[in-house]
């Protein structure tokens, strides 16, 4: 009989454990799946742009910014340089609000908007003299990762200014930027603020260099 009401014991223990087992998976399964953490510039200018400045340089024409299918997407992307540099990771709970080259695009209006005119390809808006069109493609745009905890972010871009002729349009000057900024911390979010932070220098010198082309003497 004492074994009888052992094995008993052992049984109701089993059975209670399963119970509490299977309890616990209902109760996880009901949790919510973790949603990506959404990221962008930021807010931009937060008073607007007093229109007279506007009129200091000549209007431009910003093109769509090109970037290549890898960037296509919305994932936060980072590099091991210590370990496969050429292997792109995706983060998996960070995503930006649009793809890079349309953040880009964004952010480059807002700032080349701060003194000039910024015209979209058709817009069936005229303006005095030749327009030139600035075209740029996003070649690079991702976390790098010199060490495990140690990275910056890394902006490379092509810019090419074209002027239209009667045959067609005309290449006026190209040139490549390549800036990086150390990340704060070897995360999404450290990530992410050094690509704002390389965004807006590398933004600054494309800026130069298109009131460079424009000041200088026509051939």
């Not at 200018?45 to 970037?67: F, G, I």
Request: charge should be neutral.
């Amino acid at each position: 009989m004492k074994i009888i009401a052992i094995c008993a014991g052992f049984v109701r223990a089993a059975a209670l454990f399963s119970a509490v087992t299977l309890g616990l998976t209902a109760c996880s399964s009901l949790q919510p799946a973790a949603r990506p953490v959404v990221y962008d510039f930021g807010p931009g200018a937060l008073a607007p742009v007093v229109a007279s400045r506007q009129a200091n340089l000549p209007a431009l024409v910003l093109a769509d910014v090109e970037a290549p299918g890898a960037l296509d997407g919305t994932a936060v992307l980072y590099r091991l340089a210590y370990s496969d540099t050429q292997q792109l990771r995706p983060y998996a709970l960070a995503r930006w609000s649009m793809p890079p080259a349309q953040l880009l695009r964004q952010r480059m209006r807002e700032q080349l908007g701060q003194r000039r005119t910024v015209l979209n390809p058709v817009q069936g808006v005229s303006a005095p003299g030749n327009v030139m069109t600035l075209h740029v493609e996003l070649e690079e745009f991702s976390q790098l990762f010199e060490a495990a905890d140690r990275s910056s972010g890394l902006v490379r871009l092509r810019a090419t200014l074209g002027e239209d002729s009667a045959g067609g349009e005309q290449l006026v000057a190209q040139r490549s930027f390549v800036v990086q900024r150390p990340s704060a911390s070897a995360d999404a979010a450290g990530g992410v603020r050094a690509l704002t932070v390389a965004t807006d220098a590398i933004l600054q010198e494309l800026e130069q260099w298109v009131q460079q082309v424009e000041a200088a003497p026509k051939k």
